[in-house]
């Protein structure tokens, strides 16, 4: 096959940082993707309606002409959220609210320590129908890394997916065949959102042949049986994965350093290189489920009207970008060949 179209894919759950970094990042998503999940991780934190809204009146502001991109806002929950901030929310269109274990990723330190303390807000999240979104990854330090996905499911998810059974639960950017499989037999109010580096990478492409810190990312790249699990989820035929890009910029700099930030810039390509593993896996067919209509069914928005088309043409992705103000950001699989390319109509 050498065109393949689709419906218009979203975005259900990317990074695109504030100030001048939003003229970079809002117009790489809205080239492709009508809609995405912005993350409220900023400094300090999008933990309330007014904020959020705030924030998206900064993001349509440097959105290109003529562009129908709708950013969908969360917020971020704290120790001191309160059901009256999520019924707040709800009311002024704020699409759902993350979770962050403190101390998981980048700019958590404000996230909740005590997640029993948040089950009041987590009940009226469900009579509200407000997704709780989650970065599932215990962060006690004596826990490997490589276990914090499924020490969360064991310990954490599994209760809240028990004591809230209406509550629907996004568990996103999944790592691990424990996780794929926790998603698949649990209810269908539980969904989860894979990037195109867990679905392209494992972890020997963090650490093989010397440290590649453009591919550090949170939860960390896992061993190839899981990479290989999440694949084959993805083309499983249920509609419980979809895309989540977790685009997430950081300046160079920042990335190849001696503490190295986590995060892959994927904007530019996303759409391409998810195609490029549809295709390795043989199920072009199943791209526009996973990129398209699954992710709006979930959060029971309408599938969007117009469709891209992806041409089967080689292009290298660059090795760096120049943001506003100077710096340089290298994309995620900078310098490498993609097999797909957006047509541009
Ligand atoms: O790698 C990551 N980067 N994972 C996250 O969960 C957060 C993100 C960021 O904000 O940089
Ligand atoms: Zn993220």
Same mark, same amino acid.
């Given at each position: 096959?050498?065109?393949?179209t689709?419906?218009?894919? @979203? ?7 504030d ?31 007014s904020?959020?809204e705030?924030?998206?009146q900064?993001?349509?502001q440097?959105?290109p %002409? ?11 929950l704290t120790? +001191?959220?309160?059901? +009256?901030?999520?019924i707040?929310?709800k009311?002024?269109? %704020?699409?759902?609210? &993350?979770?962050?274990?403190a101390? !998981? ?12 303390a ?21 962060t006690? +330090?004596?826990? @490997?890394?490589?276990?914090?996905e499924?020490i969360?499911?064991?310990? &954490?998810?599994?209760?809240i ?8 639960? %996004? ?14 037999q ?5 969904a989860?959102?894979i990037t ?12 093989? #042949?010397?440290?590649?810190?453009h591919?550090?990312?949170?939860? /960390?790249l896992?061993?190839n ?8 989820? /993805? ?5 419980k ?6 685009s ?10 001696s503490?190295?930030? !986590? #995060?892959?810039?994927?904007a ?24 398209s ?6 959060y ?13 043409q ?6 760096d ?8 950001i290298v994309?995620?699989?900078?310098g490498?060949t993609?097999?797909?390319q957006?047509?541009?109509?």
């Amino acid at each position: 096959m050498n065109e393949i179209t689709i419906i218009a894919p @979203d975005d259900w759950h990317l990074h695109f940082r504030d100030g001048d970094l939003l003229k970079e990042t809002v117009p790489a998503t809205a080239r492709c993707f009508k809609r995405a999940i912005v993350m409220p991780n900023l400094v300090p934190p999008v933990i309330n309606a007014s904020m959020a809204e705030e924030y998206k009146q900064r993001i349509l502001q440097v959105l290109p %002409v003529n562009s129908s991109f709708e950013p969908l806002m969360t917020i971020y929950l704290t120790n +001191q959220t309160t059901s +009256q901030d999520i019924i707040q929310a709800k009311q002024s269109g %704020v699409t759902a609210a &993350k979770l962050y274990p403190a101390g !998981a990723t980048t700019n958590s330190d404000a996230a909740v320590s005590q997640l029993d303390a948040l089950y009041p807000v987590f009940e009226t999240m469900s009579e509200q129908e407000m997704p709780l979104l989650i970065h599932g990854e215990v962060t006690e +330090q004596h826990i @490997d890394i490589f276990d914090r996905e499924k020490i969360f499911i064991d310990q &954490k998810l599994s209760k809240i997916v028990e004591n809230f059974p209406q509550l629907k639960i %996004v568990f996103e950017h999944i790592t691990t065949k424990e996780a794929a499989d926790f998603v698949l037999q649990a209810s269908d109010r539980v969904a989860a959102t894979i990037t195109p580096q867990h679905l392209m990478l494992n972890r020997n492409d963090l650490l093989v #042949g010397g440290i590649r810190p453009h591919n550090f990312c949170l939860p /960390v790249l896992k061993r190839n049986i899981h990479q290989e699990a999440l694949r084959q989820a /993805v083309i499983a035929g249920t509609n419980k994965f979809f895309l989540g890009t977790d685009s997430a910029p950081h300046e160079k700099h920042k990335k190849e350093s001696s503490c190295g930030c !986590a #995060g892959c810039y994927s904007a530019w390509s996303a759409i391409e290189l998810y195609a490029q593993v549809f295709e390795e896996l043989n199920a072009l067919d199943k791209l526009e489920a996973f990129a398209s209509t699954n992710g709006p069914d979930f959060y029971q928005l309408p599938r969007n009207k117009s469709t891209i088309t992806l041409i089967k043409q080689d292009w290298i992705i660059p090795s760096d970008i120049k943001l506003p103000n100077g710096e340089f950001i290298v994309p995620f699989f900078a310098g490498e060949t993609v097999k797909w390319q957006l047509k541009n109509k």
